[in-house]
């Protein structure tokens, strides 16, 4: 069920709000202002903009604001003229990319694909405390924050509650479960009353496969928060300093594996974690072959002594899995850094290795 106008123009207000800077909503929404016969709002909005882009340096967007503000009759001839002089004498200017805030999500869609997006929507009301996404469950929704804040958290496997972030207007969740169509990583609850856009996976799965960019820029959202989750709920990492943490979240990569492909790369600057899935480790041994399962958390990576899978192993995706592929100096630092870090390695290898030497598989 598509949104009504006046929802829409409720949602557009609200990223108006988070992203002041961007077009893509500016434009649609003085658009629905005027259709709705509030000019005097259409033409005050586009003067707004018009100020914001010229301190910029987006001389040409202020100039195309300014002729808005003229269509629309704006009585401040003054201004107008004053911006318009301004803009037209530093149309060479460079521009301050790092200083507009945009909406990534649709930033390489056009205004009425955005539009046409952001329509598909349902606006939902959330109280504070309530959670709409609890980790472990199965749900496909994705969400867009339009006013309040959220926190996302995990509960780790030693029984506590770790925050991981603090979501607040124009800011999304729900995207690995749409993306990837696993189970929810983490819980996000409102902090405060909440108002979000709710989604359905089909929408996310029409935008990533109509605008490979958009879809890039989802992607690279669920790698970071995907990374970011298993730095805290492994406990390879508990001891592990905040800058470590992001360090690891801006070098590591996500890969996407299908059942049967084999897990051992041969690269030898990485190391791997099992951030989702269940893989089968095999051996041949006397003529017959000793297997294993290994599940979420599970370390490997031949690159590495320590880490080296029993020599003639094999490593194969029993079912499709999601892996972190951690650059190996990041494990040496770690090594050094952190007194634990090691040794809880070198138990866990043990442990891996005297499983993978059980019953022979039938």
Same mark, same amino acid.
């Given at each position: 069920?598509?949104?009504?106008?006046?929802?829409?123009?409720?949602?557009?207000?609200?990223?108006?709000?988070?992203?002041?800077?961007?077009?893509?909503?500016?434009?649609?929404?003085?658009?629905?202002?005027?259709?709705?016969?509030?000019?005097?709002?259409?033409?005050?909005?586009?003067?707004?903009?018009?100020?914001?882009?010229?301190?910029?340096?987006?001389?040409?967007?202020?100039?195309?604001?300014?002729?808005?503000?003229?269509?629309?009759?704006?009585?401040?001839?003054?201004?107008?003229?004053?911006?318009?002089?301004?803009?037209?004498?530093?149309?060479?200017?460079?521009?301050?990319?790092?200083?507009?805030?945009?909406?990534?999500?649709?930033?390489?869609?056009?205004?009425?694909?955005?539009?046409?997006?952001?329509?598909?929507?349902?606006?939902?009301?959330?109280?504070?405390?309530?959670?709409?996404?609890?980790?472990?469950?199965?749900?496909?929704?994705?969400?867009?924050?339009?006013?309040?804040?959220?926190?996302?958290?995990?509960?780790?496997?030693?029984?506590?509650?770790?925050?991981?972030?603090? +979501?607040?207007?124009?800011?999304?969740? %729900?995207?690995?479960?749409?993306?990837?169509?696993? $189970?929810?990583? @983490? *819980?996000? =609850? #409102?902090?405060?009353?909440?108002?979000?856009?709710?989604?359905?996976?089909?929408?996310?799965?029409?935008?990533?496969?109509?605008?490979?960019?958009?879809?890039?820029?989802?992607?690279?959202?669920?790698?970071?928060?995907?990374?970011?989750?298993?730095?805290?709920?492994?406990?390879?990492?508990?001891?592990?300093?905040?800058?470590?943490?992001?360090?690891?979240?801006?070098?590591?990569?996500?890969?996407?594996?299908?059942?049967?492909?084999?897990?051992?790369?041969?690269?030898?600057?990485?190391?791997?974690?099992?951030?989702?899935?269940?893989?089968?480790?095999?051996?041949?041994?006397?003529?017959?072959?000793?297997?294993?399962? +290994?599940?979420?958390?599970?370390?490997? %990576?031949?690159?590495?002594?320590?880490?080296?899978? $029993?020599?003639? @192993? *094999?490593? =194969? #995706?029993?079912?499709?899995?999601?892996?972190?592929?951690?650059?190996?100096?990041?494990?040496?630092?770690?090594?050094?850094?952190?007194?634990?870090?090691?040794?809880?390695?070198?138990?866990?290898?043990?442990?891996?290795?005297?499983?993978?030497?059980?019953?022979?598989?039938?």
């Amino acid at each position: 069920m598509s949104l009504n106008e006046q929802e829409l123009t409720y949602a557009y207000q609200g990223l108006l709000h988070a992203f002041p800077e961007d077009l893509h909503i500016a434009r649609p929404m003085i658009q629905m202002l005027q259709d709705r016969g509030d000019n005097e709002a259409a033409r005050d909005l586009a003067m707004d903009m018009a100020r914001r882009m010229l301190s910029l340096g987006y001389s040409t967007y202020a100039l195309a604001f300014i002729t808005i503000c003229e269509q629309l009759k704006h009585p401040d001839t003054d201004e107008i003229e004053s911006i318009k002089t301004m803009a037209e004498l530093t149309l060479s200017a460079t521009h301050q990319d790092d200083d507009v805030k945009m909406f990534e999500l649709i930033e390489t869609l056009s205004d009425s694909e955005a539009k046409d997006f952001l329509k598909k929507g349902s606006i939902l009301g959330i109280n504070e405390g309530e959670s709409i996404v609890k980790q472990g469950e199965i749900s496909r929704k994705f969400y867009l924050i339009l006013d309040g804040t959220m926190r996302v958290h995990v509960h780790s496997r030693t029984g506590q509650d770790i925050d991981l972030t603090n +979501l607040k207007k124009g800011e999304f969740f %729900g995207e690995f479960a749409c993306v990837y169509h696993l $189970p929810r990583t @983490a *819980t996000v =609850t #409102a902090s405060s009353n909440v108002t979000v856009l709710e989604f359905d996976d089909t929408v996310i799965t029409e935008l990533v496969d109509t605008s490979p960019e958009a879809g890039e820029s989802l992607r690279g959202t669920v790698k970071r928060r995907m990374i970011a989750s298993v730095s805290h709920a492994h406990p390879i990492f508990s001891g592990i300093e905040d800058e470590d943490r992001a360090w690891l979240a801006d070098e590591a990569m996500l890969v996407e594996c299908q059942e049967g492909d084999s897990l051992l790369n041969e690269d030898g600057d990485y190391f791997y974690i099992l951030a989702f899935g269940k893989a089968k480790a095999c051996k041949k041994e006397g003529g017959k072959t000793q297997g294993c399962e +290994l599940g979420v958390n599970a370390l490997y %990576g031949n690159a590495s002594p320590i880490l080296a899978m $029993p020599e003639g @192993a *094999t490593l =194969t #995706a029993a079912e499709r899995c999601l892996v972190c592929k951690v650059p190996l100096a990041i494990f040496d630092a770690f090594s050094k850094a952190y007194s634990g870090f090691e040794h809880w390695v070198e138990k866990h290898v043990e442990e891996r290795n005297t499983s993978c030497k059980g019953e022979p598989n039938k």
